[in-house]
């Protein structure tokens, strides 16, 4: 081929570059040539050294194609399916909070039974420090026996207070109806509140108008249902000059007790204090009597639905012995002739510089009933003295 001359006469010789570029696109095939080579080579020897699978691999691998097959199917089931509803997926979202609070509230049950595992793990360690405690007062008990045994017992003199029984103490229970029996020295006197009280409201709704001068609206009932009733507002002085005037000749007062009237002229209901003496009640030796007026109240008390006989005793030095000699023959009396009464006991402990005294029995008069008008204005409130001594807890009746 001739060679192409240049514009201005001058030839450019472009062979050695022919030559350089023909050298490299030799090398470059000759390159791939031998990585071609190479590589059959590898893959061949790789088919050689593999080792033939077994029938068990060739059938894990059909069934891992099966499985796999089988989903590839379900999925493109689930893309042909319709999508759901705004309504289903608000559904769906209503039972995943349920769900939730469902999770929350087997924790919170979690919790509070791994709370009580706790508890449990305290309550039995401490069962068994007690039942140690217990095993060691009944070793006590039988090296007392033992040393009882050989002791030579005398007769006492005084046998009246041999056969004393300990009861099986019980709290009395809040809606039980306690009738008190004062025990001082040889007499008895029984506190009949609930004869004394109807007695009092039956004379007073017989004779209460001729004592209106007002009447008053008051809301009567408990906080959930509440009603407006309109009741007579009564004269003060003349309502507490006829209780005073039937007090005094109470029928259901058999051990004549103290009946007095509690209304002060600032006060708009009146109330009844009832008080014992050593001088009131009756002796001990009308028990023995086949009617008696002990028996009687007892007979009343027996009428009354969940109705107590609760014993208090003098604590009185001149008057213990005597009154305990009382209140043994008393409740021998009782248990034997009334014996589904439920029984308690306690001592009056006198003790006023430590504000510790027998207090008196009060009957609240109803306030639809006894309604007054107060005709003067309360007394200044007393300045609080400190207490001397420990202030002592509030009494708990018992039975036994």
């Known amino acids: 081929m001739a060679k192409r001359k240049s514009s201005d006469g001058e030839g450019l010789n472009l062979d050695s570059l022919m030559d350089a570029l023909t050298n490299v696109v030799a090398v470059l095939i000759l390159v791939l040539l031998l990585v071609n080579a190479d590589a059959t080579n ?31 199917k379900d999925t493109e089931d689930i893309f042909k399916k319709k999508p759901p509803t705004p309504e289903e997926i608000e559904a769906a979202k209503l039972r995943l909070i349920k769900l939730d609070a469902d999770i929350k509230l087997k924790d919170a049950e979690l919790k509070s039974i791994t709370e009580l595992r706790q508890e449990l793990v305290v309550a039995e360690t401490n069962r068994d420090k007690e039942k140690e405690t217990v095993v060691a007062l009944q070793k006590e008990i039988e090296t007392m026996k033992s040393q009882l045994d050989n002791t030579k017992i005398e007769e006492p003199k005084d046998t009246v207070l ?30 009949d509140h609930v004869g004394i009280e109807e007695e009092v409201k039956k004379e007073w709704t017989s004779k209460k108008r001729t004592f209106a001068i007002d009447k008053k609206k008051i809301k009567v009932g408990d906080a959930k249902r509440q009603k407006e009733i309109t009741i007579d507002v009564h004269d003060h002085a003349k309502t507490k000059e006829f209780l005073e005037g039937v007090v005094k000749n109470l029928k259901s007062n058999t051990f004549n007790i103290g009946v007095n009237v509690d209304l002060a002229s600032h006060w708009d209901k009146p109330a009844l204090r009832l008080a014992t003496n050593p001088t009131q009640g009756i002796d001990i030796t009308e028990l023995d009597k086949p009617q008696n007026a002990f028996a009687d109240a007892l007979r009343k008390v027996g009428n009354v639905k969940n109705g107590v006989i609760y014993f208090r005793l003098d604590d009185n030095p001149q008057r213990a012995k005597d009154s305990f000699l009382t209140y043994q023959k008393a409740r021998e009396f009782v248990e034997k002739k009334f014996s589904r009464i439920p029984i308690g006991w306690g001592i009056i402990v006198n003790d006023r510089e430590k504000g510790r005294y027998e207090q008196n029995r009060f009957i609240e008069l109803d306030r639809e009933l006894f309604t007054v008008q107060p005709t003067g204005t309360p007394p200044p409130r007393p300045k609080p003295t400190p207490p001397i001594g420990p202030t002592p807890p509030p009494m708990k009746l018992k039975l036994g």
């Open 42 to 72: 590898k893959i061949v020897k790789f088919y050689e050294d593999l080792e033939p699978a077994t029938p068990e691999e060739v059938q894990a691998s059909k069934e891992i194609i099966e499985k796999l097959l089988q989903q590839k």
């Open 162 to 191: 041999q056969d004393i029984k300990i009861p099986e103490v019980k709290t009395i229970p809040d809606d039980a109806e306690t009738f008190f029996v004062y025990v001082r020295g040889n007499k008895l006197a029984l506190f």
